[in-house]
């Protein structure tokens, strides 16, 4: 049977078996979401099994389950181990939502639900082009799955899971479907990867919520100086000030640059789609090299004194904020850090007690676009797509993904098939019903390639 006769014969239950994962509300980040973690990882594992899988179980980590599975056909044969993970993100605000976010709907052609594309989506595209490729006929290597539920907290726990398991996961390469394209018809595959830091800075001021008319104007605000501190984070020219802070950064060579030149972009269009009136960042650099190759520094949230109905006169106690930081190649993610929390303390004034703490943190990746993987990849996209993707570099972050290249010494292929418009991490998360075909039909065409 061919590859698209397959898919086209299988198309409502592939997307009955998606639907049944993303119901499951395995929201990492939040304890009352602990049994759904449970429950998604057994889900997977049964749906790993009905794939063609002949070994699958849920193994315990040091956080969240990891779900393993594996069909060896031969020991001499190369062996592909297949990373994604099975946690999302919180849904809120849900209000904002326009379908229930853990109950999938279809509207206009597209998937709506928590998960649809990050990950729950895209990994079943690898679940789904491993059995086609094995249905088909089409498999000649060996296929092992690992899927883990800490993803959207920093992967905490699975590095020593790899460390310990380190023999179960050997393979040749790992390929990776939590990425995204430049476009349907403009397909891409993802060459590299920034790295991440994470804080979050807790200020404190009085020893209790002081009435502002009786002191304001002589007790220093924490919400007035947390702000002071994050402004002076940026300069005029949208530079990182932090001393040191781009010791490690490489300067993009003469072939990164025209790579990145030849990629299609439309930045009226890239405006307008998030709605805001001009673009900013780092003075004598491309938007597309703002946020794929350029370390950048973002308030990802703040919170302080009185935020509900109507007013309260009151200065705060306690101010805080949470803070990132998204690295390049070279960057250290713990020097990072250091460099990061002594500026802060540095800059705190005596009149408020600060306290900084380092949440999690990774390392970039760049992908060598000579892999065989890579080649093969390629070439599935080439089949599936009806043209060759360009190889670009994007602005997000995977931590484990340079983990598994320190600690198993394997490198990784990102076949990604997510979209901007996706709104991963968004209310409104989607996916388009026929990228997601397509996608499947890429990942069994790597699997010929690359037997």
Known sequence: MEVKTYIRDN??????????????????????HKPDMAACAERWKEILLSTGMTHAEVMPAAGNPVVYAERILSPDAKTVLVYGHYDVMP?????????APFEPVIRDGRIYARGADDDKGQAMIQAKGFE???QTGILRCNVKFILEGEEETGSQGLEDFCKTHKDLLKADIILVSDTSMIGEETPSLTTGLRGLAYWEIEVTGPNRDLHSGHFGGAVANPVNVLCKMIAGMT???????VPHFYG??????TEEKEMLASVPFDE?????????????????????????????????GIW????????KTVLPSKAFAKLSCRLVPHQDPDRISELFMHYIHSVAPGSVEVKVTHCHGGQAYVCPIDLPAYKAAEKGFTVAFGKRPLAVRRGGSIPIIPVFEEVLGIKSVLMGFGL????IHSPNESFGVDLFYTGIEAVAEFYRSFS
């Open 235 to 241: 300069d005029a020219d949208g530079r990182i000030t």
């Open 304 to 311: 302080g004194g009185y935020t509900g109905e109507g007013t």
């Open 132 to 134: 086609t490729a094995l």
């Open 91 to 99: 849904p809120e605000p849900v209000d904002l939502w326009e379908s």
């Open 268 to 300: 009226e269009r890239y405006r307008q789609a998030i709605g805001v009136k001009e673009l900013s960042g780092e003075k004598g650099y491309s938007t597309l090299e703002r946020n794929s190759c350029r370390p950048s520094f973002d308030v990802c």
């Open 248 to 253: 490690e950064v490489a300067a993009l060579s």
């Open 420 to 423: 901007e418009r996706n709104a």
């Open 11 to 32: 198309r409502a239950r592939f997307i009955d078996e998606l639907f049944s994962l993303i119901r499951i509300p395995s929201v990492s980040s939040k304890r009352e």
